[in-house]
């Protein structure tokens, strides 16, 4: 036995053999080890973005160093986010403001901030994000990975402020549709994060930092039902309850049946960019060029940029588990 495989065997034994009180210090030390994470984000228009949130803050694996709004509606973002995250138990977490740009407004979570005050959030706020995202990266000591579910103007923005950025981060995003398109449909789709800013996604994904993406493929057949569902709606769990939170009243923005919300998750397309930022275990994954083509398609192209794509589920009942145990854990 070398000094190494000795000191991880006595490190096993040891924390087996420590009692039950030690095991703060035991996920302490977890959290240490964890990625350095940033989250670009168009939150506020589909729930899934903060059950993604939700999971990400629920993962020792990550370690979340920045929130940033994607795809305009700057301020609703950045109130969204802050709300969010002092409810969730990390109102310390910097946020960076996205570009002013279309779309503006609000969404269908404004009834939930009621009259929040982004001044009153005790984080840093960051009135430009595209600099708060180089500045993240560029100062990170460990490797960054940007967990992208949403069109990606300020990503793309940062790529071309600062190309250095891709040779210290990483990408994993919810993009695009290979073989199968929305609902599980035979035929590929203009999958939205890419169709709503096709040029940004052509910079994001022709960068020349590692890129992994679940498109529609998996993310498109995630929804939670039956008990799966059930046990997060009734979780004490701040985070899976502010989820429900939002869900409920996200759910009657878009006119939905009071009854779906009880009952059935919306399509969680965005957790699985989370999941992939730290686990490709239940996932089949595939090395393919993937070219993003004018009109928002992601077309299989020899020629284009290699990524690693999660193309099917090995287990996507096994994936709704790990889901709930994460929210409600």
């Given amino acids: 036995m070398n000094r190494r495989s000795f000191l991880r065997s006595t490190a096993a034994l040891t924390a087996a053999a420590l009692p039950a009180s030690c095991e ?26 903060t ?63 009621g009259n929040y005050e982004l001044s009153s959030y005790k984080g840093k706020i960051h009135p430009d994000g595209v600099q708060a995202i180089i500045d993240t990266v560029m100062n990170s000591r460990d490797p960054v990975t940007i967990i992208s579910v949403g069109p990606m103007p ?20 919810m993009y695009g549709s290979v073989r199968k398109g929305y609902g599980g449909a035979s035929t590929p789709s203009a999958e939205w994060n890419v169709k709503a800013d096709p040029k940004a996604c052509q910079t994001g994904l022709t960068a020349s930092w590692e890129i992994t993406i679940t498109p529609l493929d998996t993310c498109g057949l995630v ?73 928002g398609f992601t077309r299989i192209d020899d020629q284009a940029k290699p990524m690693q794509v999660a193309t099917e589920w090995k287990s996507l009942d096994g994936y709704r588990e790990f889901l709930v145990k994460r929210l409600t854990g």
């Fill in 223 to 295: 929804t939670l039902e039956g008990s799966h569902y059930s046990r997060v709606l009734h979780a004490r769990d701040r985070v899976a309850s502010t989820v429900i939170e939002n869900y409920r009243i996200w759910s009657q923005a878009n006119k939905a049946k009071p009854e779906v919300a009880e009952t059935r998750s919306s399509v969680l397309f965005d957790t699985v960019a989370v999941y992939l930022a730290f686990s490709q275990a239940l996932c089949t994954m595939e090395r393919l060029g993937i070219r993003v083509t004018d009109d």
């Fill in 154 to 173: 300020n990503v793309a923005a940062a790529l071309k402020r600062e190309p250095r950025i891709a040779e210290r981060a990483r990408l994993v995003g």
């Fill in 24 to 49: 703060s210090v035991l996920a302490a030390q977890r959290v240490l080890k964890a990625r350095p994470v940033i989250l670009a984000t168009d939150i506020g228009d589909d729930i899934d973005d």
């Fill in 51 to 113: 059950w993604a949130l939700g999971l990400l803050l629920k993962s020792p694996e990550l370690n979340l160093k920045l929130v940033v709004g994607e795809y305009g509606k700057r301020d609703y973002r950045a109130k969204l986010a802050a709300k969010l995250l002092q409810t969730m138990g990390h109102g310390k977490v910097p946020i960076g403001m996205g570009m002013d740009g279309e779309p503006r407004g609000d969404g269908p979570q404004a009834g939930w901030l």
